[in-house]
T-cell receptor, first 113, second 113 residues
Framework: KQEVTQIPAALSVPEGENLVLNCSFT??????LQWFRQDPGKGLTSLLL?????REQTSGRLNASLDKSSGRSTLYIAASQPGDSATYLC????????????FGGGTRVLVKP | DARVTQTPRHKVTEMGQEVTMRCQPI?????VFWYRQTMMQGLELLAY????????DSGMPKDRFSAEMPDATLATLKIQPSEPRDSAVYFC???????????FGPGTRLTVL
């Protein structure tokens, strides 16, 4: 059974510092990996989608890498801002589960001004 | 601007009443998912459809929950009768099978008194 782990569960950094969020998984037979952001009381916003054949994706200050051999993905957020404060979730679409996503527990980020 | 829409955004009802939540997936997406999120359980997959056919509803209490897709532009989740333990935020998401990831609606916040 696929296990998706996000460590740490919570992270607090001063504004301007780079954020590094980790996601590890046990089953590398995946279609893709997706990073989401969730603000309190809101829905999930898709940030980046990395297909199984890709190594990374970039969007503005965000960069996500995927290393299937080690079962890891990392989300980098450069020059963090207070508006980046949210919970970040990674989710995998694994081949054995069809189109279903398996979510990590999330990392709650606080960027202090 | 393609988005998943959900109605209602908020619903307060009394125990025993029927609740119907609606979702309009992004046009052209062929997979639709219903999730429930609570503080205790996190995100749980309730049901999902591909090309309007239900593929997996194992996460759903069968005796009171039902999910349907009357057509490609509408998915419904019904609870009858509702119970206080059903209080949660219910999200709908849509995507393209295998390739496109999942995109979430804003959710329906349900409170059952």
């Amino acid at each position: 059974k696929q296990e998706v782990t996000q460590i740490p569960a919570a992270l607090s950094v001063p504004e301007g510092e780079n954020l590094v969020l980790n996601c590890s998984f046990t089953d590398s037979a995946i279609y893709n990996l997706q990073w989401f952001r969730q603000d309190p009381g809101k829905g999930l916003t898709s940030l980046l989608l990395i297909q199984s054949s890709q190594r990374e994706q970039t969007s503005g200050r965000l960069n996500a890498s995927l290393d299937k051999s080690s079962g890891r993905s990392t989300l980098y957020i450069a020059a963090s801002q207070p508006g980046d404060s949210a919970t970040y979730l990674c989710a995998l679409m694994i081949k054995a589960a069809g189109n279903k996503l398996t979510f990590g527990g999330g990392t709650r980020v606080l960027v202090k001004p | 601007d393609a988005r998943v829409t959900q109605t209602p955004r908020h619903k307060v009802t009394e125990m025993g009443q029927e609740v119907t939540m609606r979702c309009q997936p992004i046009l052209g997406h062929n997979t639709v998912f219903w999730y429930r999120q609570t503080m205790m359980q996190g995100l749980e997959l309730l049901a999902y459809f591909r090309n309007r056919a239900p593929l997996d509803d194992s996460g759903m209490p069968k005796d009171r929950f039902s999910a349907e897709m009357p057509d490609a532009t509408l998915a419904t989740l019904k609870i009858q009768p509702s119970e206080p333990r059903d209080s949660a935020v219910y999200f709908c998401a849509s995507g393209l099978a295998k390739v496109g990831g999942q995109f979430f609606g804003p959710g329906t916040r349900l409170t059952v008194l």
